[in-house]
T-cell receptor, first 113, second 111 residues
């Protein structure tokens, strides 16, 4: 299994509070991604990173920011959580070059009350 | 708009081959076909990918039609652990790996 961990695994927070989710990898892969998954739907890309300090927006980036200050960590921040951000969040990694498969973390279940 | 079309669900008997179809009629010449699966509550798992040739690995086989407008993922001997949602995705290799997941096919393997 790829070395990806996510923390916390579960979190309940109140509307309006800031929340930071962490993705940590031990594979030294260049690319990292944050997705969210809502009931009955596939995953949707929030933000991604193609290197340290290099990030860009995905399909559903409003209300989220990210940071990547070192290769192994990719942080997702909800500046002011809303109930619509209740979801399961998955991190993924991919190495550079011709290996296109992504490896996913176990997910973080976030509930905003 | 979704780039792929998959049936919402299908059943398969344990030990039999599972053939999962995917239509991607608007696929471009530089787009690959990827297959991932997601077992309940877990992160998606990469299965296989291909451009135009058929591919096989230890998990599955991928058959892509000559016109590339459709493909079939084959699980040769389905087991109960293959029960999952299977996603067919088409993406270019220069898209920074930004995968677009659809709703996928819920596969239930029955004893």
């Amino acid at each position: 299994d790829a070395g990806i961990t996510q923390s916390p695994r579960h979190k309940v927070t109140e509307t309006g509070t800031p929340v930071t989710l962490r993705c940590h990898q031990t594979e030294n892969h260049r690319y990292m991604y944050w997705y969210r998954q809502d009931p009955g739907h596939g995953l949707r890309l929030i933000h991604y990173s193609y290197g340290v300090k290099d990030t860009d927006k995905g399909e559903v980036s409003d209300g989220y920011s990210v940071s990547r200050s070192k290769t192994e960590d990719f942080l997702l921040t909800l500046e002011s959580a809303t109930s619509s951000q209740t979801s399961v969040y998955f991190c993924a990694i991919r190495e550079a070059g011709h290996s296109y498969e992504q490896y996913f973390g176990p997910g973080t279940r976030l509930t905003v009350t | 708009d979704a780039k792929t079309t998959q049936p919402p669900s299908m059943d398969c008997a344990e030990g039999r081959a599972a053939n999962l179809p995917c239509n991607h009629s608007t696929i471009s010449g530089n787009e690959y076909v990827y297959w991932y699966r997601q077992i309940h509550s877990q992160g998606p798992q990469y299965i296989i990918h291909g451009l135009k040739n058929n591919e096989t690995n230890e998990m599955a086989s991928l058959i892509i039609t000559e016109d590339r407008k459709s493909s079939t993922l084959i699980l040769p001997h389905a087991t109960l652990r293959d029960t999952a949602v299977y996603y067919c995705i088409v993406e270019t290799t220069d898209s920074w790996g930004k995968l677009q997941f659809g709703a996928g096919t819920q596969v239930v393997v029955t004893p």
